[in-house]
């Protein structure tokens, strides 16, 4: 691909998105320590040169105006030694009283491997507990627990050229256009090429992914377990099964076949089930047994549920009872959401994890770290799960809790009860780039971190590729590295000996040389070939996929090529699976609410939100309803509703969308505090969670639906960011400012007064009054440039919003375009008529001259043609100068 | 002027079979008198507002008798009786005297330096005693006093401000312009005005002036006195009705016309400031340039075409502020009110709607767009969906609104 002219014109410099768990390689110009540009990196595996649009827009979302400078205690700057020190003592006060188990930690797939390498140390080390876990729970957890229930290690079996290079691709769960847009970018040139290639999506919404499928199955919400227990019935009736494969190289094939057909013996019971078409099901299981290259590839609709290890383990049956698994083009194929949930998983940063693809459940895997990092206070058992850790802290179990990288107050399930939990808890610590996240607002200390572009260390993505995301910039005011921030804190608690890293690489080759210790082929993650890495090759990190030993240094691309796999007798293990359904089914009145991302936001929009680009697709909370389902609750498309949940509410725009089943609504994931007055889709998720992984059921939630009955709504441009005093409103980010979409179940008493309250420093106002309350109008200036815009309407047809009227915030306005900015639009159609010369019929200067040139030689001619000088005379002077 | 007009829609008719015989008290020819404040104020000069001089009235075979009056009309005899003593017959009489400005009940009024504000005479005494007040020489609280805060009494204002005189107006109401303004664009209008230096007393009015030849000063019914150089009082006119009145015409207010502008005599009419038609007088130029139309038309094509006393706006650039006035102009519980405001470029629009149609408009600071809220005022045209845009003018209603056909009325 051709890079953009200023990537050829500076310098530039190769690393990984900060995105999405694809972790595609860009290429980024830097100048003036800026990035001006980016684009894909051509070498990288994992997207060859494509970037979709939230990696090509990183150089516009790279300077936030909420970037945090500085430590903050209780909303107050200080340096650094006095905020760790604040931080440190009360952690070691809180040990002290009440055990290690009463802190915590919860980290983020934003992290860098070295970052979370040190975390999870000082956590399961030195603090002595396991209560360190991470936003992967909310993501990974389920298809984490069943590689270790298949595989025996959480290892991704393929890699991407498997999603190209087979002949049936199954999406479960997966809208991989919007949420791994370069993955599906190669999945659909590969079926362009091959267009034999055969692509299926199970999901219960028809998503942007089904553009390019061949057979799209809506099943019912939460029964792929049921579909893949279906299907493993039809492989051993049709078959399917490849004995050999079975016998050689696993165990339990007959108690699962046992289960799956006591649960679902043939097609139609799948197909009721599932609420599906026999025939469809038939086709798509014929395929599947029919082919001998067959990948599987689920995500968060498989895994953020009350069964997602079931589900995980339903679908990798099937792979291991037909063999379909260690091949090219064959393999069942997790993809990850974030861009290092892998690295977290990989380090052990979860609670139910150690270290290195170790557990507790191994006396000797404990001991074995406990050696490698002489660690004076070795945690022996899990610690709390996301959910059970929050609710830990709302119990004042926990009492203090170090945030990193990640909004749990608002991407939690029962975000709210989350929130108060926070509130109430002793130490808040939050190291965020971003000062002012909903997260942040509640903690007592944030400290400020580097982000992508200043940070730098290894990430590894969906197919096990690590990548290193390199620094490059200078990190802005007092911002440092999280590693740095942790090992400094772990210095103030006594342990700076063992977190004395100079650099990121001598974190890196203690982690890889771990991975290596006494692995023997029994632990997936083994990168020991690259514990000696000398400082050069770390910084020139060419993509390896693990694992990386002495007999395979160029790393793995596919895994379990000889039928081996990481049990202690080598052999895959079949899980016998009961399928359930979703713990909470909906009441008459209400409905079951999905979550999901759209394509150009990235998680809670602290990035993202800030490029207006990245608002243009979907600029508004919204609610995906089913045309019937809008029939039945009342709604109008276009309008406001209300989800309510936990004494929450969500408020969107009603989309109708017959990609939506009945009965089923969708809402983006992405909005906050930050970027809606209420709009956060979690709030409304109960805390139900995957008994075996504590993974929350986020795609299936009854809740209650209504109209939003507003008394009125409008818009307001303006270039300060404010919270609207309003019970709606959505911001929306421009060049030059904010958008905010505004609607109350009230009318202020005066419009005029609401809107100036909220910007007293502007005192030059223009508004227009309707004194029948139907409509009002304001736009409030300094220096005669252009502020604020607000308008509001009792009706909704009359608030108009216009691209023209945002381009104006910042310019200068004269009077006579202040009528258009009251309007909202340039005054096209109509000339500007130049100065007043006849007042009575109000013909302007350039309308005259116009005359004059279109042959109109005299006064009287001018009177005959526009009338003006016939009334009382006043201007003939004018028009006689004119004339002349 | 009204009689210029008379003469101009006579000759567009054809005037050859007729004898017509003008006679004016002024020396000059017809001329504008809407244009005195400018030449006051030294925007324009006398030649350029003078329509018809005295060779226009040789050239068009019209016999004009300047500087005359007529003492009173001898209806039987047909014969007009001039101050000079002479008798001129007609066969037709057109009365277009005019109005003179109306009195105020102070003391003194006698005294010099007192003018009123009507005639090009005026306004020539006005211009040498401003042109020479600094000669005077005598420290005064102000230097001029205008009374009267209505269309004339601004401008003269507004001319003698202009010449570099300290101006304080006085007026009798609460705020200017009270028969066209609400208060609130009186208010902007004020603003405009003490910005070039003119100062304002309102709510008040003069009990007497002093001054044993000369005025000195002004007491005021508030107590307050204020020396001053010169007055103008400017505070409306009344019709000159004696003439037709005392030759046994009827009427009250002015001299009585019908439709067609005949008095009670059949060979006589009149028109302008000093008819009466059902009880209204007039002084805006709009309803008078009617009446010479619907008499031109009488007199020469013996068409009747009826005068109509529709409600005009008041369409004016005061002292160099525009403004626009039509209909209610003050609002009550009964409208519903759409009100723009910019109070630094000082632009004030106000429109008062009943059933959802516009029944008032009052414009300050820029009055474009009138015509046409005047056009709807008069169609009664539902203004309910362009209600929004109403105030930021055509170029944004007529946007969103089919088109329709008052935009092809007025290129019309």
């Known amino acids: 691909m051709n890079l953009p002219e200023k990537l050829i014109a500076s310098d530039t410099v190769n690393t990984t998105c900060c995105y999405c768990g694809v972790g595609c390689g860009v290429t980024a110009a830097v100048a003036d320590n800026q990035v001006v540009a980016v684009a894909g990196d051509n070498q990288h595996p994992a997207n060859k040169g494509r970037l979709c649009i939230k990696g090509s827009s990183l150089h516009e979302t790279q300077s936030s105006p909420d970037r945090?400078?500085?430590?903050?205690?209780?909303?107050?700057?200080?340096?650094?030694?006095?905020?760790?020190?604040?931080?440190?003592?009360?952690?070691?006060?809180?040990?002290?009283?009440?055990?290690?188990?009463?802190?915590?930690?919860?980290?983020?797939?934003?992290?860098?491997?070295?970052?979370?390498?040190?975390?999870?140390?000082?956590?399961?080390?030195?603090?002595?507990t396991a209560n360190i876990d991470t936003n992967s729970r909310l993501c990974m957890a389920s298809a984490v627990v069943a590689h270790?229930?298949?595989?025996?290690?959480?290892?991704?079996?393929g890699c991407y050229e498997d999603l190209e290079q087979t002949d049936v691709l199954i999406m479960v769960g997966s809208n991989t256009a919007y949420a791994h847009p370069v993955v599906y970018q190669r999945i659909a040139k590969a079926k362009e090429e091959r267009p034999d290639m055969k692509i299926v999506v199970l999901d219960p919404r028809r998503t942007a992914t089904c553009e390019i499928a061949d057979i799209h199955l809506p099943l019912r919400p939460g029964t792929d377990a049921y579909f893949f227990n279906g299907l493993?019935?039809?492989?051993?009736?049709?078959?399917?099964?490849?004995?050999?494969?079975?016998?050689?190289?696993?165990?339990?094939?007959?108690?699962?076949?046992?289960?799956?057909?006591?649960?679902?013996?043939?097609?139609?019971?799948?197909?009721?089930?599932?609420?599906?078409?026999?025939?469809?099901?038939?086709?798509?299981?014929?395929?599947?047994?029919?082919?001998?290259?067959?990948?599987?590839?689920?995500?968060?609709?498989?895994?953020?549920?009350?069964?997602?290890?079931?589900?995980?383990?339903?679908?990798?049956?099937?792979?291991?009872?037909?063999?379909?698994?260690?091949?090219?083009?064959?393999?069942?194929?997790?993809?990850?959401?974030?861009?290092?949930?892998?690295?977290?998983?990989?380090?052990?940063?979860?609670?139910?994890?150690?270290?290195?693809?170790?557990?507790?459940?191994?006396p000797e895997d404990i001991h074995r770290v406990e050696q490698f990092?002489?660690?004076?206070?070795?945690?022996?058992?899990?610690?709390?799960?996301?959910?059970?850790?929050?609710?830990?802290?709302?119990?004042?179990?926990?009492?203090?809790?170090?945030?990193?990288?990640?909004?749990?107050?608002?991407?939690?399930?029962?975000?709210?009860?989350?929130r108060k939990a926070l509130e109430k808890c002793d130490l808040v610590m939050v190291s965020d780039c971003i000062g002012n996240t909903d997260t942040a607002k509640l903690a007592d200390l944030v400290l400020p971190a580097t982000t992508w572009s200043e940070k730098h260390g290894t990430v590894t993505n969906s197919e096990r590729c690590i990548s290193l995301q390199k620094g490059f910039l200078n990190a802005p005011g007092e911002a440092r590295h999280d590693w740095e921030i942790i090992c400094q804190f772990a210095q103030k608690l006594g342990y700076g000996e063992h977190f004395s890293y100079s650099h990121q690489v001598d974190i890196f080759r203690e982690h890889a040389a771990l991975s290596g210790l006494d692995n023997n082929h029994s632990r997936g993650f083994n990168i020991s070939a690259l514990e000696e890495i000398d400082k050069k090759d770390y910084e020139n990190f060419a993509p390896l996929r693990w694992p990386v030993t002495d007999q395979s240094p160029e790393g793995t691309d596919r895994l379990f090529t000889d039928g081996r796999f990481y049990t202690p007798d080598g052999r895959a293990r079949f899980i016998p699976i009961e399928a359930r359904l979703p713990v909470n089914t909906p009441a008459a009145d209400q409905v079951i609410l999905n979550t999901g991302?759209?394509?150009d936001q990235w998680h809670t929009m602290s990035r993202t939100g800030t490029a207006a680009k990245l608002l243009g697709h979907v600029d508004e909370p919204y609610i995906d309803i089913h045309p019937e389902d809008i029939e039945r609750f009342g709604l109008i498309e276009g309008d406001l509703a209300v989800l309510a949940n936990q004494g929450q509410r969500y408020f969107g725009r009603v989309k109708k969308s017959a990609d939506q089943r009945e009965g089923e609504v969708f809402v983006p994931m992405h909005w906050n505090g930050k970027y809606a007055a209420s709009s956060c889709a979690?709030?409304?998720?109960?805390?139900?969670?995957?008994?075996?992984?504590?993974?929350?059921?986020?795609?299936?939630?009854?809740?209650?639906?209504?109209?939003?009955?507003?008394?009125?709504?409008?818009?307001?441009?303006?270039?300060?960011?404010?919270?609207?005093?309003?019970?709606?409103?959505?911001?929306?980010?421009?060049?030059?400012?904010?958008?905010?979409?505004?609607?109350?179940?009230?009318?202020?008493?005066?419009?005029?007064?609401?809107?100036?309250?909220?910007?007293?420093?502007?005192?030059?106002?223009?508004?227009?009054?309707?004194?029948?309350?139907?409509?009002?109008?304001?736009?409030?200036?300094?220096?005669?440039?252009?502020?604020?815009?607000?308008?509001?309407?009792?009706?909704?047809?009359?608030?108009?919003?216009m691209r023209w009227l945002e381009q104006q915030l910042g310019q200068e306005i004269d009077a006579n375009t202040r009528f258009a900015i009251l309007a909202g639009i340039p005054g096209g159609g109509v000339e500007d008529e130049g100065a007043m010369v006849c007042s009575c019929y109000q013909v302007g200067q350039n309308t005259i001259a116009k005359a004059i040139k279109g042959g109109c030689a005299s006064v009287e001619a001018l009177g005959e043609k526009l009338k003006c000088g016939t009334n009382c005379g006043s201007c003939i002077p004018e028009l006689k100068a004119l004339l002349r | 002027?009204?009689?210029?007009?008379?003469?101009?829609?006579?000759?567009?008719?054809?005037?050859?079979?007729?004898?017509?015989?003008?006679?004016?008290?002024?020396?000059?020819?017809?001329?504008?008198?809407?244009?005195?404040?400018?030449?006051?104020?030294?925007?324009?000069?006398?030649?350029?507002?003078?329509?018809?001089?005295?060779?226009?009235?040789?050239?068009?075979?019209?016999?004009?008798?300047?500087?005359?009056?007529?003492?009173?009309?001898?209806?039987?005899?047909?014969?007009?009786?001039?101050?000079?003593?002479?008798?001129?017959?007609?066969?037709?009489?057109?009365?277009?005297v005019g109005s003179r400005p109306a009195k105020i009940p102070a003391e003194n009024q006698q005294l010099d330096n007192i003018y009123s504000f009507r005639t090009l005479r005026?306004?020539?005494?006005?211009?040498?005693?401003?042109?020479?007040?600094?000669?005077?020489?005598?420290?005064?609280?102000?230097?001029?006093?205008?009374?009267?805060?209505?269309?004339?009494?601004?401008?003269?204002?507004?001319?003698?401000?202009?010449?570099?005189?300290?101006?304080?107006?006085?007026?009798?109401?609460?705020?200017?312009?009270?028969?066209q303004l609400d208060p609130i664009a009186a208010g902007y209008l004020k603003r405009a005005l003490e910005a070039k230096n003119i100062e304002f007393m309102l709510s008040d009015e003069v009990a007497r002036f002093t001054g044993t030849h000369e005025l000195k000063a002004a007491e005021f019914k508030s107590g307050k006195h204020l020396s001053c150089k010169l007055c103008v009082i400017a505070t409306g006119i009344t019709p000159n009705k004696e003439l037709g009145l005392a030759a046994g015409l009827k009427g009250e207010r002015g001299v009585a016309v019908n439709a067609f502008m005949a008095t009670s005599d059949e060979s006589i009419s009149a028109l302008g400031e000093c008819v009466e038609f059902k009880g209204d007088t007039f002084g805006l130029v709009e309803p008078i340039w009617q009446q010479c139309t619907t008499l031109a038309e009488r007199l020469c094509n013996n068409i009747k075409l009826p005068f109509e006393n529709n409600p005009v706006p008041t369409k004016l650039k005061v002292s160099g502020v525009n403004l626009f006035s039509a209909g209610e102009f003050l609002t009550t519980d009964e409208h519903r009110e759409l009100v723009y405001q910019d109070d630094k470029a000082g632009i004030y629009r106000k429109l008062l709607l009943r059933d959802n149609r516009i029944v008032g408009a009052v414009l300050i600071g820029d009055a474009r767009d009138g015509q046409d809220y005047f056009s709807m005022l008069t169609e009664k045209k539902d203004v309910t969906e362009i209600a929004p845009f109403l105030l930021m003018g055509r170029a944004f209603y007529q946007t969103n609104e089919q088109p329709d056909s008052s935009d092809e009325t007025e290129a019309a």
């Open chain 1, 597 to 599: 991302r759209i394509r």
């Open chain 1, 232 to 362: 493993l019935t039809y492989l051993a009736d049709h078959n399917g099964i490849d004995q050999d494969f079975v016998d050689t190289h696993t165990n339990g094939f007959d108690d699962s076949l046992a289960a799956a057909r006591g649960q679902v013996p043939d097609i139609t019971a799948a197909a009721h089930l599932c609420q599906l078409e026999r025939a469809d099901v038939e086709k798509v299981y014929q395929l599947f047994a029919q082919n001998d290259k067959v990948v599987t590839v689920f995500s968060q609709g498989v895994n953020q549920s009350s069964s997602g290890v079931d589900k995980g383990n339903a679908l990798i049956n099937c792979h291991l009872a037909s063999g379909k698994i260690g091949k090219p083009g064959a393999t069942p194929f997790s993809i990850t959401g974030q861009p290092n949930a892998m690295g977290g998983r990989e380090v052990g940063g979860l609670a139910n994890q150690l270290a290195a693809h170790m557990g507790f459940d191994k």
């Open chain 1, 682 to 801: 979690d709030a409304l998720v109960n805390a139900v969670v995957d008994p075996i992984c504590g993974q929350p059921e986020f795609k299936h939630s009854p809740v209650r639906i209504s109209p939003f009955k507003q008394a009125w709504n409008g818009f307001l441009v303006c270039a300060d960011d404010i919270t609207p005093a309003c019970e709606y409103w959505a911001k929306i980010t421009l060049d030059g400012g904010y958008k905010f979409r505004l609607a109350d179940g009230e009318c202020p008493d005066n419009w005029a007064s609401w809107v100036k309250n909220q910007f007293p420093h502007i005192d030059d106002w223009v508004d227009v009054c309707d004194s029948g309350q139907q409509f009002f109008r304001a736009a409030g200036f300094t220096g005669g440039r252009l502020q604020v815009v607000f308008s509001a309407a009792t009706d909704k047809t009359s608030a108009r919003e």
């Open chain 2, 1 to 96: 002027m009204a009689a210029g007009r008379f003469l101009d829609e006579l000759i567009k008719r054809g005037i050859s079979g007729f004898e017509v015989t003008v006679i004016g008290d002024e020396r000059q020819g017809s001329y504008n008198r809407i244009m005195l404040s400018p030449v006051l104020a030294g925007e324009t000069d006398v030649p350029a507002i003078i329509g018809k001089p005295s060779s226009w009235y040789r050239d068009q075979g019209i016999r004009f008798v300047s500087g005359v009056q007529v003492k009173a009309i001898e209806r039987a005899q047909k014969c007009v009786l001039t101050t000079e003593g002479n008798r001129l017959r007609y066969d037709h009489l057109v009365l277009a």
């Open chain 1, 373 to 418: 990092w002489q660690a004076p206070n070795m945690a022996r058992k899990e610690g709390l799960k996301a959910v059970d850790m929050f609710r830990a802290i709302e119990e004042g179990k926990i009492k203090a809790v170090w945030i990193m990288a990640t909004n749990p107050a608002v991407t939690m399930p029962e975000a709210g009860r989350v």
């Open chain 2, 122 to 179: 005026d306004v020539d005494r006005l211009l040498n005693k401003a042109r020479f007040h600094e000669m005077h020489g005598r420290k005064t609280d102000t230097d001029a006093l205008v009374i009267g805060g209505g269309l004339l009494g601004l401008e003269a204002a507004y001319g003698l401000a202009l010449k570099g005189l300290r101006v304080t107006l006085v007026h009798r109401s609460g705020w200017l312009l009270n028969r």
């Open chain 1, 68 to 128: 945090l400078l500085s430590p903050m205690l209780h909303g107050k700057p200080v340096d650094w030694d006095t905020a760790l020190d604040y931080g440190a003592a009360k952690f070691r006060d809180i040990i002290e009283q009440h055990g290690p188990d009463a802190v915590a930690f919860y980290l983020s797939g934003q992290l860098l491997t070295e970052d979370y390498y040190v975390a999870n140390k000082l956590m399961k080390g030195f603090v002595g």
């Open chain 1, 148 to 157: 270790k229930r298949a595989f025996g290690s959480d290892a991704v079996p």
